[in-house]
């Protein structure tokens, strides 16, 4: 930087009359204000390239020959990985899987070298995917896939906060009637299929060619997407899974919801035991054999495989994974739950069942307790475990001063699914609708502040059901006997909120069994049985809560207030609720108590809320009607190995 009295010094006038600008000027003449030494780079592109640090190989030198012996195993993992991962991206119908080469194709530089190439005998057919390279982008940090959302794809931004603001296209929620499952000999027998079953059929040929589909689709790109990660955090029952997707949306969703490898753990990674091939912006084929619509979503357990062809949602992968873990898990004695989990201090574990928008996420998020996780769990021999190494938050209307620490996790790193923002500032309006009522953020398990790392739990001590009750007649909370227990978690009755699952608009009354119908794969009597008997042996208490209306119905009444059920979960966790006085309500036949702390006590008994008692009477009986209705589907099946509990569930539905 030249001082002004200098330059002006400099300007002689030259022989044209204008001033000549000086360029070699003595010390003395300049002032300097940066004493700092000069960057060590002759160009500009030798200073971008000293910006960034190469990663060292993850694992210590581990055999004594030396760095060059170590270099030959270093070199050989990588070409196992491209390996392994060109296998995966193999069209089955031709000869060989693509090249494969990792790396981002804009950094030319980085191309063929360590490219994992074919040789093709000149007799087989050569396809032209087979002669062009994909690039994999592998495992990529959250600041890598924020470079690559930002630049190839509309629809994303940084917020205020630094979450990435994403669009997850015309599908805003999952798509359970386009979801398929490979009907063979094996899971014929095993699975549960027609009435009120989420397993809608298809064959292995038809899954063949969606599956032939999204992989000639995933060929076809520059680029693909791979995550290598992990499913539960019980060790013993952990489940390696591969996520190839065209979108780095979809790569960050998935880091951030499944649990994330050490790089230790990921050079040991070797072959997954699942794989997912998300081809969501592609649609299937109507012409295809059982395609009733431009989505769907495939199941193959017998090659452990899903495609998902017309939907970008990206629920529809956490989703999915979850009904594998349904159907692995339980063959090995492994109860899988729908649920949220947290542990008091004194290590009392609770569960939180409910169907989507019950409050699963915001009740287990509970600034006072350790949070095991938010959505899906294992209760094996050991005790409780997460699935997941994510949470997925929903954000509608979300507020900071009712749920903080939900608040400050959307931050940098934080995927935000189809919410509003302000153009300049890029502040989100949570209120906002205008994309969908289903708006997300998916954000890793330690960004809250009280995680419970390894996301683990002793058995569980309560059990709590959650129902989000638009009718309003279901009491705030209920103690619930055993068999009352295992009538309302096979009933799963809810008001589904709107959004979450395509097409549902407004509140209606739902019946999902296990709390979860749309995931389970085997009858929900296998899950029921086995939860019946942990919730024996361990001695835990089961609770019926109502987050949805009080005072009259959707529409006349309100929602209960969420410090309200914070009061009365609060109760429950301190064993204070299981000292209470209680009376038994009509129909139902639960046991309300009489008294909560923080609560007033005349919304205890919904009858006195609703200011139409006879109005109320008539909707009690309606939902009781309901109830009973459904659990027809149920009143052939024998639950465990006693039919004495079998009767008392069937006995502790409604009498009226
Ligand atoms: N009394 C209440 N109790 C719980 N949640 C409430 C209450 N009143 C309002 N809410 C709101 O209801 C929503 C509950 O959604 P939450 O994310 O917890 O659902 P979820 O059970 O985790 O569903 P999903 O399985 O779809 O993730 C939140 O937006 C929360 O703010
Ligand atoms: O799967 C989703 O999109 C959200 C969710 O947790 C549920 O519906 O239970
Ligand atoms: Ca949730
Ligand atoms: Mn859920």
Request: aromatic share 8%; charged share 25%; proline share 5%.
């Given at each position: 930087?030249?001082?002004?009295?200098?330059?002006?010094?400099?300007?002689?006038?030259?022989?044209?009359?204008?001033?000549?600008?000086?360029?070699?000027?003595?010390?003395?003449?300049?002032?300097?204000?940066?004493?700092?030494?000069?960057?060590?780079?002759?160009?500009?592109?030798?200073?971008?390239?000293?910006?960034?640090?190469?990663?060292?190989?993850?694992?210590?030198?581990?055999?004594?020959?030396?760095?060059?012996?170590?270099?030959?195993?270093?070199?050989?993992?990588?070409?196992?990985?491209?390996?392994?991962?060109?296998?995966?991206?193999?069209?089955?119908?031709?000869?060989?899987?693509?090249?494969?080469?990792?790396?981002?194709?804009?950094?030319?530089?980085?191309?063929?070298?360590?490219?994992?190439?074919?040789?093709?005998?000149?007799?087989?057919?050569?396809?032209?995917?087979?002669?062009?390279?994909?690039?994999?982008?592998?495992?990529?940090?959250?600041?890598?896939?924020?470079?690559?959302?930002?630049?190839?794809?509309?629809?994303?931004?940084?917020?205020?906060?630094?979450?990435?603001?994403?669009?997850?296209?015309?599908?805003?929620?999952?798509?359970?009637?386009?979801?398929?499952?490979?009907?063979?000999?094996?899971?014929?027998?095993?699975?549960?299929?027609?009435?009120?079953?989420?397993?809608?059929?298809?064959?292995?040929?038809?899954?063949?060619?969606?599956?032939?589909?999204?992989?000639?689709?995933?060929?076809?790109?520059?680029?693909?997407?791979?995550?290598?990660?992990?499913?539960?955090?019980?060790?013993?029952?952990?489940?390696?899974?591969?996520?190839?997707?065209?979108?780095?949306?979809?790569?960050?969703?998935?880091?951030?919801?499944?649990?994330?490898?050490?790089?230790?753990?990921?050079?040991?990674?070797?072959?997954?035991?699942?794989?997912?091939?998300?081809?969501?912006?592609?649609?299937?084929?109507?012409?295809?054999?059982?395609?009733?619509?431009?989505?769907?979503?495939?199941?193959?357990?017998?090659?452990?495989?899903?495609?998902?062809?017309?939907?970008?949602?990206?629920?529809?992968?956490?989703?999915?994974?979850?009904?594998?873990?349904?159907?692995?898990?339980?063959?090995?004695?492994?109860?899988?739950?729908?649920?949220g989990c947290n542990m008091g201090?004194?290590?009392?574990v609770a569960?939180f069942?409910?169907?989507?928008?019950?409050?699963k996420t915001t009740l287990s998020t509970d600034h006072n307790r350790y949070l095991i996780g938010d959505d899906?769990h294992?209760?094996?021999?050991?005790?409780?475990?997460n699935?997941e190494?994510g949470c997925?938050a929903?954000?509608?209307?979300?507020?900071?001063?009712?749920?903080?620490d939900i608040?400050?996790a959307?931050?940098?790193?934080?995927?935000?699914?189809?919410?509003?923002?302000?153009?300049?500032?890029?502040?989100?309006?949570?209120?906002?609708?205008?994309?969908?009522?289903?708006?997300?953020?998916?954000y890793p398990i330690e960004y809250i502040p009280n995680a419970k790392i390894?996301c683990?739990g002793?058995?569980?001590?309560?059990?709590?059901?959650?129902?989000?009750?638009?009718?309003?007649?279901?009491?705030?909370?209920?103690?619930?006997?055993?068999?009352?227990?295992?009538?309302?978690?096979?009933?799963?009755?809810?008001?589904?909120?709107?959004?979450?699952?395509?097409?549902?608009?407004?509140?209606?009354?739902?019946?999902?069994?296990?709390?979860?119908?749309?995931?389970?794969?085997?009858?929900?009597?296998?899950?029921?049985?086995?939860?019946?008997?942990?919730?024996?042996?361990?001695?835990?208490?089961?609770?019926?809560?109502?987050?949805?209306?009080?005072?009259?119905?959707?529409?006349?009444?309100?929602?209960?207030?969420?410090?309200?059920?914070?009061?009365?979960?609060?109760?429950?966790?301190?064993?204070?609720?299981?000292?209470?006085?209680?009376?038994?309500?009509?129909?139902?036949?639960?046991?309300?108590?009489?008294?909560?702390?923080?609560?007033?006590?005349?919304?205890?008994?919904?009858?006195?809320?609703?200011?139409?008692?006879?109005?109320?009477?008539?909707?009690?009986?309606?939902?009781?009607?309901?109830?009973?209705?459904?659990?027809?589907?149920?009143?052939?099946?024998?639950?465990?190995?006693?039919?004495?509990?079998?009767?008392?569930?069937?006995?502790?539905?409604?009498?009226?």
């Amino acid at each position: 930087m030249y001082c002004r009295e200098h330059i002006m010094a400099n300007n002689r006038v030259g022989q044209n009359g204008l001033a000549k600008i000086q360029t070699q000027k003595k010390e003395a003449d300049v002032c300097h204000d940066d004493s700092a030494a000069p960057v060590k780079a002759q160009t500009i592109d030798e200073l971008h390239s000293l910006q960034k640090k190469k990663s060292a190989p993850n694992t210590p030198l581990k055999d004594t020959q030396g760095v060059f012996a170590n270099n030959i195993t270093e070199i050989e993992r990588q070409k196992q990985q491209l390996q392994s991962i060109s296998a995966s991206l193999a069209s089955l119908t031709r000869e060989t899987g693509p090249k494969v080469v990792k790396g981002d194709p804009a950094r030319k530089l980085e191309t063929p070298k360590e490219a994992h190439v074919h040789h093709f005998s000149p007799t087989i057919g050569v396809s032209d995917s087979a002669l062009k390279f994909i690039h994999v982008l592998y495992n990529l940090s959250p600041a890598e896939l924020y470079e690559q959302a930002i630049k190839y794809e509309k629809g994303s931004f940084i917020t205020a906060t630094g979450a990435l603001a994403t669009l997850s296209g015309a599908k805003t929620g999952r798509s359970p009637r386009d979801k398929r499952v490979v009907k063979d000999e094996t899971t014929e027998d095993e699975l549960w299929w027609g009435k009120g079953s989420p397993n809608i059929e298809m064959d292995e040929h038809t899954f063949m060619v969606n599956r032939e589909r999204a992989v000639d689709y995933l060929n076809s790109l520059d680029k693909v997407f791979v995550n290598d990660q992990f499913l539960n955090w019980d060790p013993k029952h952990r489940i390696k899974v591969r996520i190839i997707s065209a979108r780095a949306y979809h790569s960050l969703f998935m880091h951030n919801m499944c649990i994330r490898p050490t790089p230790e753990e990921l050079e040991d990674f070797g072959t997954p035991d699942f794989t997912i091939y998300n081809a969501g912006q592609f649609p299937c084929n109507r012409y295809t054999h059982y395609m009733t619509s431009s989505t769907s979503i495939d199941l193959n357990l017998a090659r452990r495989e899903m495609v998902i062809l017309g939907t970008q949602y990206a629920g529809e992968m956490k989703k999915g994974l979850f009904s594998v873990m349904h159907y692995l898990m339980p063959k090995r004695q492994i109860l899988s739950l729908h649920s949220g989990c947290n542990m008091g201090k004194d290590g009392d574990v609770a569960l939180f069942f409910g169907l989507s928008g019950t409050g699963k996420t915001t009740l287990s998020t509970d600034h006072n307790r350790y949070l095991i996780g938010d959505d899906e769990h294992c209760w094996s021999e050991n005790g409780v475990s997460n699935i997941e190494g994510g949470c997925y938050a929903k954000c509608i209307d979300l507020s900071k001063v009712k749920e903080p620490d939900i608040w400050n996790a959307i931050k940098f790193g934080t995927v935000l699914e189809n919410v509003v923002f302000e153009e300049h500032t890029r502040e989100v309006d949570h209120s906002d609708k205008s994309v969908t009522e289903n708006t997300r953020a998916a954000y890793p398990i330690e960004y809250i502040p009280n995680a419970k790392i390894p996301c683990v739990g002793p058995h569980p001590k309560n059990v709590i059901l959650l129902a989000c009750d638009a009718f309003g007649v279901l009491p705030p909370v209920s103690k619930l006997s055993l068999a009352q227990t295992m009538y309302h978690f096979i009933s799963g009755y809810t008001a589904l909120v709107a959004g979450t699952e395509e097409g549902v608009k407004e509140p209606q009354a739902t019946f999902s069994a296990c709390f979860g119908a749309a995931f389970i794969m085997l009858h929900p009597t296998k899950y029921a049985a086995m939860l019946a008997e942990k919730m024996q042996k361990h001695g835990a208490t089961g609770w019926l809560v109502n987050t949805g209306w009080s005072g009259g119905s959707y529409g006349s009444g309100g929602r209960i207030k969420l410090a309200y059920t914070r009061r009365i979960i609060d109760a429950i966790h301190s064993g204070s609720l299981l000292e209470a006085n209680y009376k038994k309500t009509d129909v139902f036949g639960l046991e309300i108590p009489t008294e909560i702390d923080g609560v007033p006590s005349e919304i205890l008994d919904p009858v006195n809320t609703w200011p139409n008692k006879m109005a109320y009477k008539d909707t009690l009986l309606k939902l009781a009607g309901l109830f009973k209705k459904n659990f027809e589907g149920f009143m052939n099946y024998k639950i465990g190995k006693d039919s004495k509990l079998t009767e008392e569930i069937l006995a502790a539905g409604p009498i009226f």
